[in-house]
């Protein structure tokens, strides 16, 4: 028993060493990159022999659960994903989507959107599965939120409060020349995201058939533009006319200004477009990477950060908010009214502190930088980073990698 218990403790020493090694590597090759260039800073660290530790990590993991040690945990075991990447691929489980509420505890959907996942509580050190909502949207004030239902999308006021609204499902025709026999909408599509606005009485309904505003009387549709439908619905009838006439979106995405006064939306193929609360397109953006990908409206409603991608690179464009109204731009094209804030991210998620941005970007990297795009710091998690959320008083902040587990 003594052997076994030293060989444990050798396995954790040697965890230790290499992880911390790692981490400086890793830091000295970033800091060389960003300092005197990308060229001169020579070969990425490669990660030295973890791997077979992942067991004897696991174990203690799992142990930590059982004794709630989850302060010794992290002294003697060492946060690192790179080593778990296998592990993850084959078991994990995404998680798209969490939210901190003014208790404390974590909500958080376990899933992708595209699956049929589920919503779980976290508070202290306890995990409970929510059975009656399987996703959620909050507004950009943490006031409202929004639940799908089989009808159409419910809004509380708070984490499963009082009612504010009830908004149904899109028909599938909004937008759509009536000479086209549109396919109705259907109502098992889960959706991308659902953005409650802030006056607690519309959401943001993000999906592959469409990004929509819904209200209680209707819907309406943002995304395909009407011209896009047309396009693609010609092409449809003269290529493949026995597939069925339905908009089909890849990386679909939108955010609304904490106002309500702005709600910018984009798809793969297109600009990035910003409607007012009329629905009426105010700004049209032209990507400076390859595809629109992502925006977030800073808390104060001043900036709109504004992602393209190509690959697992991107760039990431700010504006002001009080100069969106009438701009046009092709891709590419450079604009005095629009700054460049931070290049070499493919953004999934983002938050804004009082004085600055955090993105997370594909390469496993959490990046900050301030409106003008001066950074200010970064951190290495090594894996596609999918939400960040930050509470309220800015002293706890969450990150979700896009494998996350809970069947390890």
């Not at 659960?65 to 778990?84: D, G, I, M, Q, S």
């Not at 599965?129 to 239902?149: R, S």
């Not at 930088?369 to 939400?387: E, M, R, S, V």
């Amino acid at each position: 028993m003594f052997g076994i218990f030293r060989s444990q403790k050798q396995r954790q020493k040697a965890w230790q060493k290499k992880t911390i090694a790692y981490a400086k590597a890793v830091n000295t090759y970033v800091q060389t990159g960003l300092t005197k260039g990308w060229e001169n800073a020579g070969q990425k660290p490669k990660d030295n022999g973890r791997e077979k530790l992942v067991p004897n990590l696991l174990n203690a993991i799992r142990c930590a659960n059982e004794t709630k040690e989850f302060t010794k945990l992290r002294l003697e075991w060492p946060l690192a994903c790179t080593p778990l990447v296998d592990s993850l691929e084959e078991r994990g489980q995404i998680i798209p989507k969490l939210t901190v509420l003014q208790d404390g505890s974590i909500i958080a959907r376990i899933g992708a959107h595209y699956e049929k996942g589920y919503v779980v509580k976290i508070q202290d050190n306890s995990v409970s599965k929510l059975d009656d909502i399987d996703f959620f949207g909050v507004c950009p004030n943490n006031i409202f939120f929004a639940y799908p239902e089989k009808e159409g999308v419910k809004i509380t006021q708070g984490w499963q409060g009082t009612l504010t609204a009830f908004c149904p499902y899109p028909h599938g025709n909004e937008g759509t020349p009536s000479k086209y026999d549109a396919e109705p909408f259907c109502t098992d599509t889960q959706p991308t995201q659902i953005i409650p606005f802030p006056d607690g009485q519309r959401v943001l309904f993000i999906c592959r058939e469409g990004i929509f505003v819904l209200t209680p009387d209707h819907a309406i549709r943002l995304l395909p533009t009407l011209s896009s439908i047309v396009e693609s619905f010609e092409y449809l009838l003269a290529e493949n006319p026995e597939l069925p006439l339905k908009p089909d979106l890849s990386m679909e995405h939108g955010n609304i200004s904490p106002d309500g006064k702005f709600i910018s939306v984009g798809y793969q193929y297109g600009s990035h477009l910003v409607y007012d609360d009329e629905y009426k397109l105010v700004a049209d953006i032209g990507p400076h990477s390859e595809y629109p990908h992502f925006s977030l409206f800073s808390r104060d409603g001043k900036t709109l950060l504004l992602n393209s991608c190509h690959f697992y690179n991107g760039v990431t464009l700010g504006i002001n908010t009080d100069e969106l109204t009438g701009i046009k731009t092709e891709p590419y094209n450079e604009d005095s009214r629009i700054r460049t804030l931070e290049t070499g991210s493919r953004v999934y998620a983002a938050v804004h502190t009082e004085n600055e941005f955090i993105i997370g970007n594909a390469f496993g990297h959490i990046k900050a930088f301030d409106p003008n795009g001066k950074a200010t710091w970064q951190h290495f998690l090594g894996y596609n980073i999918c939400d960040l959320v930050i509470s309220k008083d800015e002293k706890r902040s969450f990150a979700l990698l896009v494998q996350a587990s809970s069947r390890l």
